[in-house]
């Protein structure tokens, strides 16, 4: 059964920044998009940022500039990099892996990130 482990979540002043990591393991298919997602308390989940099989990245438009999706295929891994944080940024951020080909689509378990004076 594949697992999404996630880390790098915290508690952050404004202006701060952390990183996130989503490690896959018993991944079977080849090709997938990898995402951020984000959830704040009282409202729905949303899309934070995406990256392709081929390193092609979109972002919603709150953090543009201020956050980076990266990705290691050998490793199977996910990254966030978040920079400027501010109180509404505030949530727990979800990776998610969908498969290109076939139905696979995995969700990590959550990590909280408060920004917080």
């Known amino acids: 059964q594949v697992q999404l482990v996630e880390s790098g979540g915290g508690l952050v002043q404004p202006g701060g920044s952390l990183r996130l990591s989503c490690a896959a393991s018993k991944i079977t298919d080849s090709i997938y998009v990898m995402a951020w997602y984000r959830q704040a308390p009282g409202k729905q989940r949303e899309l934070v940022a995406g990256?392709?099989?081929?390193?092609?990245?979109n972002y919603a438009d709150s953090v543009k500039g201020r956050f980076t999706i990266s990705r290691d295929n050998a490793k199977n891994t996910v990254y966030l990099q978040m920079s400027s944080l501010n109180l509404e940024d505030t949530a727990v951020y979800y990776c998610?892996?969908?498969?290109?080909?076939?139905?696979?689509?995995?969700w990590g378990q959550g990590t909280q990130v408060t920004v917080s004076s």
């Open positions: 998610n892996f969908a498969a290109v080909l076939g139905s696979g689509n995995y």
């Open positions: 990256i392709s099989s081929s390193g092609s990245t």
